[in-house]
């Protein structure tokens, strides 16, 4: 089974090679590690504020995602996982070696990068912030290597996710190509120019998004930008 941390990249996989792939969008580079357990943690709240589902909803949404792995691994199937080097993707990837740290099952990844040039039919250089805005027809076809994950791996990868999740950090992004604990205010250069700008919220996304460091999702984009426009 194809396992990616976009349920756009998913549905996409989904379509394209008609077999089973799970989007797992757990959004790790934000908020508490271990909150997948836990209904009560703030991001659901502040997550459903700026978004159409209830924090119930969302909580619930994820632990559908957790028992249809739960299944597949329960079943022994064997797991391809699709990622990119956002600190979202590499977060994703060292949770789920963590849960795979005892499990024999084959478990293999395959690294997808976020720009590609094309010759034809005119020369064009593309840049993505996720997996979710690709399309899989054009990632398939570039036949990227598919590398092993074996059990000593997951298990170095598990202590790596551990070592995060006791910093508790409110925020991590890519720094130097890993997944480092940064402040909530980590990211704000990029907003304080318009902090006092006419523009609403949405014309000042659109603008952030064209510069803005990978792998963040909007919705966090907008309560970040939000509470430092409020007096």
């Known amino acids: 089974m194809d396992v990616t941390f976009s349920t756009t990249f998913a549905k996409s996989l989904r379509f394209t090679q008609r077999q089973p792939a799970l989007g797992l969008q757990l959004e790790l580079q934000i908020g508490d590690l271990t909150r997948l357990d836990d209904g009560q943690d703030p991001f659901w709240t502040l997550k459903s504020q700026y978004t159409d589902q209830s924090a119930q909803q969302l909580f619930k949404d994820v632990q559908q995602q957790?028992?249809?792995?739960?299944?597949?691994?329960?079943?022994?199937?064997?797991?391809?996982?699709w990622c990119s080097e956002t600190a979202e993707d590499q977060l994703g990837v060292l949770w789920l070696c963590d849960q795979l740290k005892t499990v024999a099952v084959t478990v293999t990844q395959v690294k997808v990068p976020l720009d590609s040039a094309c010759a034809a039919p005119t020369p064009v250089y593309q840049q993505f912030t996720g997996l979710g805005e690709m399309d899989p027809q054009q990632v398939l076809t570039g036949q990227l290597p598919e590398i092993t994950v074996t059990l000593a791996q997951r298990q170095a990868y598990?202590?790596?996710?551990?070592?995060?999740?006791?910093?508790?950090?409110?925020?991590?992004?890519?720094?130097?190509?890993?997944?480092?604990?940064?402040?909530?205010?980590?990211?704000?250069?990029?907003?304080?120019?318009?902090?006092?700008?006419?523009?609403?919220?949405?014309?000042?996304?659109?603008?952030?998004?064209?510069?803005?460091?990978?792998?963040?999702?909007?919705?966090?984009?907008?309560?970040?930008?939000t509470s430092l426009r409020k007096p």
């Open 158 to 225: 598990s202590c790596a996710r551990q070592s995060l999740a006791t910093e508790n950090a409110a925020l991590r992004v890519a720094l130097n190509g890993r997944p480092t604990s940064v402040p909530t205010d980590f990211l704000d250069t990029w907003f304080l120019p318009y902090v006092h700008s006419e523009l609403s919220v949405d014309e000042v996304l659109g603008q952030l998004l064209e510069g803005f460091p990978p792998g963040m999702p909007t919705w966090w984009l907008h309560s970040r930008l």
């Open 66 to 81: 957790l028992v249809r792995l739960q299944a597949a691994i329960a079943n022994g199937d064997a797991l391809r996982i």
